[in-house]
């Protein structure tokens, strides 16, 4: 039987008496849903996993989404990306050290953004590098209504490094910055909460405004979403896996640790569901340039 333990902060959840490595059982596996999109993040410690072994617990929660970067993936199994600091030689590797800081949700360039990441710790620094959270539904509930109601019922273009192009160097072809819409305020699809999903790091403009305006607009809901009492941190273990939402909460790896000291993870994504229904989305592309 497992338990599900929340944290004393407004988000995150440690799950005790269940091993990663082997199969979920039905009814511990509908638990373990519903505690994810309650509490966003999943904590399971003490398992250490194996590239395939974390695939496989992955798929629990739905499909895999192979990441569009292909530099980190890992060697044998394509689902599963390398995010570390140092390179094969133990060399610090700024651009590896430096993805994933930032508050941010993944992959929402896409226009099928991730439902959920895993992460699953094999090296962690003698101190820092957390991995911070922000509850993005507590965000949107809290926000005074005034600015509730200018950003409500908008809808955003979303680019890989976002209006500040903060992931160069990360694609093959910097050319093809990958792009997608969604809403900036946005329904969870199981569990009808609203919740901010514009975030700092992959947005680039609110549609229908012109560029100082969206950017105005931009800066006063990320200040307010960055409030310290929406936040938790995860204090990293070897052998940790964790797994958060990507539809309802920001992450920023902390890169406060010492540099040369490896922390690295492996990284899986799961596949969510499409934002904005054609022939909506058709209608706003007209609007972006
Ligand atoms: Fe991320």
């Given amino acids: 039987m497992i338990k599900i333990i929340p944290t004393d902060g407004p988000m995150g959840a440690e799950v005790l008496g269940l091993d990663p490595r082997l199969p979920i059982q039905a009814d511990d596996l509908t638990r373990l849903n519903a505690a994810f999109v309650d509490r966003q993040v999943l904590l399971f410690r003490d398992a250490p996993l194996s590239a395939q072994q974390l695939v496989q617990f992955s798929r629990n929660f739905g499909e895999l989404q192979t990441h569009i970067a292909k530099r980190y993936q890992h060697p044998e199994v394509p689902e599963v990306v390398l995010n570390t600091n140092l390179d094969d030689q133990g060399n610090y590797d700024k651009l590896g050290a430096d993805r994933g800081v930032g508050w941010h949700s ?3 360039y896409q226009q099928v953004p991730a439902k959920a990441t895993l992460l699953h710790a094999t090296a962690v620094p003698s101190s820092g590098g957390n991995t911070a959270f922000a509850n993005m539904v507590m965000a949107y509930e809290a926000m005074p ?14 680019k890989l490094g976002g209006r500040h192009q903060l992931t160069q160097g990360v694609l093959q072809d910097p050319s ?4 997608a819409i969604h809403p900036a305020i946005r329904t969870h699809p199981e569990t009808g909460r609203k919740s901010v999903y514009i975030n700092p790091y992959h947005t680039d403009s609110i549609i229908g405004l012109s560029r100082s305006d969206s950017d105005a607009l931009l800066d006063e809901v990320f200040d307010w979403c960055m409030r310290p009492e929406f936040q938790w941190q995860q204090v990293w273990r070897v ?5 958060w ?3 309802s909460a920001w992450h920023s790896g902390q890169q406060d640790y010492p540099p040369l000291e490896a922390r690295r993870f492996l990284r899986t994504t799961i596949r969510g569901t499409p934002t904005v229904e054609e022939p909506m989305l058709a209608q706003l592309a007209t609007q972006i340039h």
């Fill in 145 to 158: 209504a005034t600015l509730k109601a200018r950003i409500d019922g908008k809808f955003s273009l979303f």
């Fill in 106 to 108: 993944d992959l929402p």
């Fill in 239 to 243: 052998a940790d896996t964790v797994i």
């Fill in 176 to 179: 093809k910055v990958p792009r």
């Fill in 245 to 247: 939402e990507n539809r």
